[in-house]
């Protein structure tokens, strides 16, 4: 696949970035005045699928398939497994806001996790045939594997939401386990990947295979971290233990590395980016701190059983790690061009996602004591409208810069 394929795709991206914001908008919308159009519930399934299929997926495909591309390898069978997953995802946007869970969004649903394992298959081969000991490497592979293993909550969801056979902890397991391996695994684990790219390519850089070691070792124990509220058996409860402490090793001799790494980053990227990868890698520190506070049962039953707080951390991993480091690292690599108008959009972006998660805790916070502060959800509306907005201005100034780059 050619490189102005991939520009295509990252800008198809940033306009599903645009579609995500606005269903958002409608839902803030809905909860803080009176919209009696659309099903809340339809709408809440059409927003995650395609954030996560049209966006997240969308662009983490695009970018590794760019790896690929930079270093010499034929892509061009990706291009039409990159068509499918759009379709797919726009499938899904439309069957769910309109029917909610079907045998129409069941079928695009299938049909976009057994591309991503076709994606999977070839990109396993290309990076063993033609980077088999690229720093990047081990982290796209279980990236994938995760991908796939997520697949199999969605599944069980699926089969129960279309028998009518619903039990309500396999219900919140099942959506737990799809959540937990797409954030804390494929989203995860190929932002490594894209990260470590980089890294790779200052002189200074050596590989440390321990930070991978121990966040693929944890992985899998620290989805019990998502079920602590089903009463676990004592001996269950240690593999969430383990999972907290490789996590915190792994975060750590990550930090150093870039701390090591500090001068020649200052040095070769520029500010923008570094600002924005900044605010990602704070969003992910803030995430693994309160997973390690989740160990605790009191206070793991106590955020889930408060919507505001799952809601929060659910944006914070979304919004605040990986859609904040999928921004920097496309101004990174230039992808965004490094212009005013840009940078603005980014940067209100940026804030409203601060704004966002900040109003989200107090509301949080207060629903501890069952305390309701007015007017919090319009403000949690006017917040997403700014949010969706700066898109909207990002994605005009991108498609601005691409048009003048082609003339």
């Not at 809440?44 to 590794?64: D, E, I, Q, R, Y």
């Not at 386990?177 to 050596?206: E, K, N, P, V």
């Not at 006017?382 to 048009?403: E, F, G, N, P, Y």
Request: glycine letters at 6%.
């Amino acid at each position: 696949m050619k490189k102005d394929l991939t520009g295509l795709m990252i800008s198809i991206g940033l306009i599903n970035l645009c579609l995500v914001a606005l269903i958002g908008v409608i839902m803030r919308y809905k909860i803080g005045f009176e919209f009696p159009y659309f099903n809340q519930k339809y709408l809440l399934h059409a927003h995650s699928h395609f954030a996560f299929a049209g966006w997240v997926s969308h662009m983490l495909f695009t970018l590794m398939v760019r790896f690929l591309l930079d270093r010499g390898v034929q892509t061009s069978r990706y291009f039409s497994l990159l068509v499918v997953n759009l379709i797919c995802a726009f499938g899904m946007l439309f069957s769910f806001t309109v029917q909610g869970y079907s045998a129409v969004s069941i079928t695009f649903s299938s049909i976009s996790i057994l591309n991503g394992f076709v994606f999977a298959l070839y990109f396993f081969a290309d990076l063993t045939r033609n980077c088999p000991v690229h720093p990047s490497t081990s982290w796209f592979k279980a990236a994938l594997v995760f991908n796939i293993l997520s697949a199999v909550g969605t599944m069980y969801l699926a089969y129960m939401m279309a028998s009518g056979n619903i039990d309500q902890k396999l219900y919140l397991a099942s959506i737990y386990f799809y959540l937990h391996f797409q954030y804390s695994g494929w989203f995860f684990f190929a932002i490594m990947g894209l990260f470590m790219a980089s890294l790779a390519s200052i002189d200074t850089f050596r590989k440390d295979v321990v930070i991978f070691s121990v966040f693929f070792i944890a992985c899998i124990p620290a989805y019990f971290l998502s079920i602590l509220w089903a009463n676990l058996p004592w001996y269950i409860f240690l593999l969430p233990l383990l999972a907290v402490i490789l996590q915190l090793v792994g975060i750590t001799r990550f930090l150093m590395l870039l701390f090591r790494l500090k001068p020649e980053i200052v040095k070769n990227w520029v500010l923008p980016a570094r600002w924005v990868l900044s605010l990602s890698l704070l969003a992910l520190i803030i995430k693994l701190v309160l997973q390690t506070g989740s160990i605790l049962p009191e206070v793991s039953k106590l955020a889930f059983g408060f919507r505001s707080i799952v809601i929060a951390y659910l944006h914070l991993v979304l919004l605040g790690f990986t859609t904040m480091f999928i921004l920097g690292y496309l101004l990174l690599e230039r992808h965004i061009s490094i212009g005013r108008t840009a940078l603005w959009a980014v940067g209100v972006f940026c804030a409203g996602v601060g704004a966002n998660e900040l109003v989200l805790m107090v509301q949080g916070i207060a629903s501890f004591g069952y305390v309701v502060i007015p007017y919090l959800n319009q403000i949690l509306f006017l917040i997403s409208m700014v949010m969706m907005l700066s898109v909207v201005v990002l994605v005009i100034s991108h498609a601005k810069d691409r048009t003048k780059a082609s003339l």
